[in-house]
């Protein structure tokens, strides 16, 4: 018997596993669980069932025998280890077969049920990915730090991606700087494809309804890819219609404008309905046509094969207790906001209100302002985690973990991040126009006025100055902190704590 998840739809996995269609099982569960620790967006859960739904019919047509279990089954138990073990009493196979799956949890529940049931647990290397945990740990073994863009340079010589040669293509390996253009006017993205709701996904949307009507999340509209035919559509989309300028314009941002240039595609390469070469192939095809700038281009490639398997090797790398890291000792509780999007901030209004909406926001409104504003107001960060997990579409616990922990967080302690991404709200009005929207006054540290943003940043310098006084590279603005005033440094710390008063935060 070969157990598949809701993020192993790769059609390749059943001849990778070695199975016989003539004698072996296919196991695919639907479970409650997973959508309520933690809450999962309502959209986030439809596109996962309907995205299983949409291949087990596929493997069947192909002669496949799949054992597909529905979320709103009389005898579904509700858990994957439950119905692992159900299923393991039903078929008697000799032993269990799966893909290395995303999240530590799931790899032990299912060696436990194995355990438990006296059979072999053989697990596999997953082939979507282009470098495997093993790989990762032999670059990472002996270096002080493990900087992305060392293991990036990498990958592009092994895979030969954008390569001259030994040299790159462009006589340079990264264009970043070329690419934090904002927007002086609105912009005018592109409309993205739509595929609208079919009979299997209107299903799933009924029976999610009826079991499970409590998650968070809007459902008025819903255009997420379910099938491998709308991935490859969203994909040529992106390539065709917004890559060109995604590079210029991939750290911008513009109040109520969710997609801008970015790709959308991450939900449906994390459920791998579509595979990491091919996307590459495409966009690499783009700048060869001359269709797409090498900095729009090479940024995106960036982002596949190399931050997408640096996340994935560190979470393998630093094992199963990653996800409950918090270097900087911070207890705050997340704020009801979160949930609701109801907070006078305009700039996390406006994201939030867009997960709510859409079960997505682009790395920067994930970074920059949810991320940044729990770093530095002092979020708890497995709560923090949780949401990321449970609110984005793409989320899945490989990605998740390091990307808040790690990059947004800094709770590893510096492991992802050589410094922590904070920021003022001098960030986010030089990449947005929230702050001409807002109640508060971004030029203001103190008050009841004074931008939350800058109220935080300021107070969590002087919390950790001690911390990072040795980091260099943040040693000019630690300077700032030690000349200020005795007196403002209190005024920063007395707002800050107001600040978390008065928006739920305590403990933090």
Not at 33 to 59: C, G
Not at 186 to 205: C, H, N, Q, Y
Not at 234 to 255: C, H, I, S, T
Request: net charge neutral.
């Amino acid at each position: 018997m070969a157990v598949l998840f809701g993020d192993q739809l790769d059609r390749q996995y059943p001849d990778h596993l070695g199975l016989d269609k003539s004698e072996d099982a296919i196991l695919m569960v639907e479970v409650r669980e997973e959508s309520t620790d933690p809450p999962s967006h309502v959209q986030r859960t439809v596109m996962f069932l309907s995205a299983m739904r949409h291949h087990a019919a596929w493997l069947r047509d192909r002669g496949w025998r799949v054992e597909y279990v529905e979320i709103d089954d009389d005898e579904n138990t509700g858990a994957f280890g439950s119905e692992i073990t159900r299923a393991i009493g039903r078929l008697r196979p000799e032993r269990v077969a799966l893909i290395r799956p995303g999240e530590h949890r799931v790899l032990n529940i299912v060696r436990g049920c194995c355990g438990n049931a006296g059979i072999s647990c053989a697990v596999a290397e997953d082939p979507h990915f282009l470098s495997t945990p093993e790989e990762f740990a032999a670059w990472a073994e002996g270096r002080k730090e493990l900087t992305m863009e060392y293991f990036y340079r990498e990958q592009r010589k092994k895979l030969g991606v954008l390569m001259d040669g030994n040299k790159p293509v462009g006589g340079q390996w990264n264009f970043d700087k070329e690419n934090r253009k904002s927007f002086k006017r609105t912009p005018r993205s592109p409309a993205l494809p739509e595929f609208g709701v079919d009979v299997v996904t209107r299903g799933v949307i009924n029976a999610v309804r009826a079991v499970l009507p409590d998650l968070p999340g809007r459902m008025e509209r819903f255009n997420w890819p379910v099938t491998r035919r709308q991935a490859l559509i969203a994909l040529n989309d992106f390539v065709e219609k917004r890559l060109p300028k995604f590079g210029d314009y991939q750290d911008a941002m513009w109040l109520e404008q969710r997609t801008l240039y970015h790709a959308l595609i991450s939900g449906a390469i994390n459920l791998k309905l579509i595979d990491p070469r091919e996307v590459v192939e495409k966009a690499v095809g783009a700048y060869e046509s001359g269709h797409a700038p090498l900095n729009a281009v090479e940024g995106f490639v960036r982002q596949i094969i190399g931050w997408r398997e640096y996340i994935r090797g560190i979470y393998w790398l630093e094992g199963d207790g990653y996800g409950d890291r918090n270097a900087l000792g911070h207890h705050g509780s997340l704020p009801a906001f979160f949930w609701t999007g109801e907070t006078d901030m305009a700039c996390v209004r406006d994201a939030i209100g867009g997960v709510l909406d859409l079960g997505y926001a682009h790395h920067i409104s994930r970074l920059m302002v949810t991320g940044n504003f729990a770093l530095i107001a002092g979020i708890e960060p497995k709560e923090v985690a949780d949401w990321y997990l449970g609110m984005y579409i793409d989320g899945v616990d490989w990605v998740t973990a390091p990307n808040v922990i790690g990059m947004a967080l800094h709770a590893d302690g510096g492991i992802v991040g050589t410094k922590p991404y904070a920021a003022s709200g001098k960030y986010i009005k030089k990449m947005s126009n929230a702050c001409e929207h807002c109640r508060y006054s971004v030029d203001e540290r103190t008050g009841e006025n004074a931008c939350p943003f800058n109220t935080f940043y300021w107070d969590f310098l002087i919390r950790h100055k001690e911390r990072f006084k040795r980091n260099h590279r943040m040693a000019m603005i630690l300077k700032h902190v030690d000349t200020m005033p005795r007196e403002e440094r209190v005024a920063i710390t007395s707002s800050a704590s107001e600040a978390r008063k008065r928006m739920g935060i305590s403990g933090g």
